[in-house]
C-alpha cells in the first residue's frame, strides 16, 4: 500500500484502492450476533455488506495456532475485496483487535472498529446449555466461552483499539439491533468526515 494505491512489489504496477473502515460486530456466543446480524443486515441493505464469519470456517482454514491467523486473513482478504465495491462491511464473528490488528491484511483498512455484544454470564450460560446437543456446547467449552465474556468486559474497552461494549442480557432484540445500527451509522458518518478534512 502507498497511501490509497496498491503497489505491486515485483512490477510496481500501481492501482485505486478503497481503504475503508471493518466493522467487527464480536463478543461470545450466544450475545446474540447471529440474531442481531440478518436483521441488520436488512436494514442496512444497500449501505453495507453484513457477514457472518462462521460462514468461512472450514477445514483447510482451521490452523492450531493461537487467534487462527489463516482464518482470520481470509476474512481480511475478502472484506477488503468486497470495499472495492465502495460499500463498507460489518463483520459479524469472535475476533478482538489482538487477532487482526497485527495481521499484514490490517494495511488494507483505514480503521477497524469493534463492538462486542456481551451479557452477563450466568445468562449466556443459560443461553449455551438450552441449544441443541449437535451444537457441541459441553460444560468446558462454555467454561471458556464465560471466561472470554468476563475478559471483554473487563478489558475490552482498555484494547487497543478500544472495544466498545453493550450489553444484551436484558434487551429486546429489537432493541439491540437498534443500537448496533446506530454504531454502524456513527463509525461511518465519523469517518466519512475524517476523509472530507
Avoid at 52 to 57: A, H
Avoid at 84 to 95: E, H, I, K, N
Avoid at 109 to 134: E, K
Wanted: charged content about 25%; hydrophobic content about 45%; some cysteine.
Amino acid at each position: 500500500m502507498e497511501g490509497e494505491r496498491l503497489v505491486c512489489v515485483v512490477c510496481g504496477h500501481r492501482a485505486a484502492f478503497h481503504r475503508l473502515p471493518l466493522l467487527a460486530l464480536t463478543g461470545p456466543s450466544a450475545a446474540g450476533k447471529s440474531t442481531v446480524g440478518p436483521e441488520l443486515a436488512r436494514r442496512l441493505s444497500g449501505e453495507v455488506v453484513v457477514l457472518e464469519q462462521d460462514v468461512l470456517w472450514t477445514g483447510a482454514l482451521r490452523d492450531d495456532v493461537d487467534g487462527h491467523p489463516a482464518f482470520r486473513s481470509t476474512w481480511l482478504r475478502m472484506a477488503a475485496m468486497i470495499h472495492q465495491s465502495g460499500r463498507p462491511v460489518v463483520l459479524c464473528g469472535t475476533v478482538v483487535p489482538p487477532e487482526f490488528e497485527p495481521l499484514p491484511e490490517r494495511v488494507f483498512f483505514s480503521d477497524i472498529h469493534y463492538l462486542a455484544l456481551v451479557a452477563d454470564s450466568d445468562v449466556l450460560a443459560r443461553r449455551l446449555r438450552r441449544r441443541p446437543a449437535w451444537r457441541g456446547w459441553d460444560e468446558p467449552r462454555i467454561a471458556e466461552m464465560l471466561e472470554f465474556n468476563e475478559w471483554l468486559r473487563r478489558d475490552g474497552p482498555s484494547l487497543a483499539p478500544p472495544v466498545e461494549l453493550f450489553d444484551t442480557t436484558s434487551v429486546p432484540l429489537g432493541e439491540s439491533v437498534a443500537y448496533v445500527e446506530r454504531w454502524v451509522r456513527r463509525v461511518l458518518a465519523d469517518a466519512a468526515g475524517s476523509s472530507a478534512s
